[in-house]
């Protein structure tokens, strides 16, 4: 195979390299302009369109500008709603000036439960024993004038029966050291003897009365802090009406807002459509892109090139010794003789 054949088929092969060249340049292109129609689409399909929706309570309202797109949204309630709610608009009014008249109307609470926490204080200024000591003391002091009368009794008694020195019933000192009972009549004995056991009495009543008066003062505090937290509940509770008109009235205004929602949530559900419309614009772009990019004649020239068989028939065609005259019908040769 000569010169020529190699040139030839390298000529070939470059044309069909240089054609398949355009034809996957050309399908690129199909598909970049695909792939730019399926954002397109798929941006459109994605655009909010809200829906006007109409119910019992209200309708919904939508406003849109030149592009097409929202500008603003909104609902208009039912006239009878609005005149529930204009009706509960009142009675919130009264309920709300209840409510500041609460903290005075509840201010004697506030006022008793300071005078209790004072008193409670009080109380429990003193130990149980303190209160013990001072519970003997007061009890003496109620006894002292009795005892006395039946003392200066027991001794005219006794001056008159004449046994006035009768002393008898003395007893020694303890094995501790302390002295022992003195000598004394029985009456005087009898009526010491009842003074003893009524201080003992005094005594045991002593101890409790030293704890009640710690109950008592506590128990003063308790109540002090049970009216002031009356006093804060009371004054919360005077919400309560205004707070439940309120709440009636936002009831309805929910009810008048059903059609808005609705508007939105059915708006809303058509931008799912965006990626559907994209994967069906881009779906054909990919299959048709090895369809664009192959080229039969770049192909065919390109493979001509590369095939021996073919190289040789043209290295034949071109030879020195090939006779021309076969295509014409003559046996001359190509031009004025021998190429």
């Known amino acids: 195979m000569g010169v020529e054949a190699a040139l030839i088929g390298g000529g070939a092969s470059l044309l069909g390299g240089a054609r398949g060249g355009r034809s996957a340049r050309k399908a690129a292109q199909t598909q970049a302009d695909a792939q730019t129609r399926a954002a397109q689409l798929a941006a459109e399909e994605a655009r909010f369109r809200p ?134 009549s029985p009456e005087l004995e009898a009526y010491y003897n009842a003074i003893a056991q009524q201080d003992a009495q005094l005594a045991a009543g002593a101890q409790q009365a030293g704890m009640d008066q710690a109950r008592f003062g506590a128990g003063l505090l308790s109540t002090g802090g049970n009216l002031l937290d009356q006093g804060y509940r009371g004054q919360t509770a005077a919400l309560g009406p205004y707070e439940a008109y309120l709440a009636q009235m936002k009831q309805l205004e929910a009810l008048g807002q059903q059609p808005l929602d609705l508007g939105i949530n059915i708006g809303s559900k058509g931008q799912s459509n965006a990626a559907a419309a994209a994967m069906l614009s881009t779906a054909p772009s990919r299959e048709s892109f090895a369809a664009n990019a192959f080229n039969p004649f770049a192909t065919a020239l390109t493979q001509a090139g590369q095939n021996p068989a073919f190289q040789r028939g043209l290295g034949n065609l071109f030879s020195p010794s090939y006779n021309y005259g076969a295509f014409g019908g003559g046996s001359g040769t190509f031009g004025e003789g021998q190429y």
């Open 51 to 184: 829906v006007g929706v109409t119910t019992r309570f209200g309708q919904s309202n939508f406003q849109t500008g030149p592009d097409g797109r929202v500008t603003g949204a909104g609902y208009t309630l039912d006239p009878a709603l609005r005149a529930y709610q204009d009706r509960f608009m009142g009675l919130a009014g009264g309920g709300l000036s209840q409510a500041e008249m609460a903290q005075q109307q509840f201010a004697p609470l506030q006022q008793g439960a300071q005078g209790l926490f004072g008193l409670g204080q009080q109380y429990l200024a003193q130990s149980p024993q303190q209160a013990a000591q001072q519970y003997i003391a007061g009890q003496q002091e109620l006894l002292a004038p009795s005892r006395e009368r039946q003392m200066a009794q027991l001794q005219n008694q006794l001056f008159q029966t004449g046994r006035g020195g009768l002393a008898v019933g003395a007893t020694g000192a303890r094995p501790s050291g302390a002295g022992g009972l003195g000598a004394a």
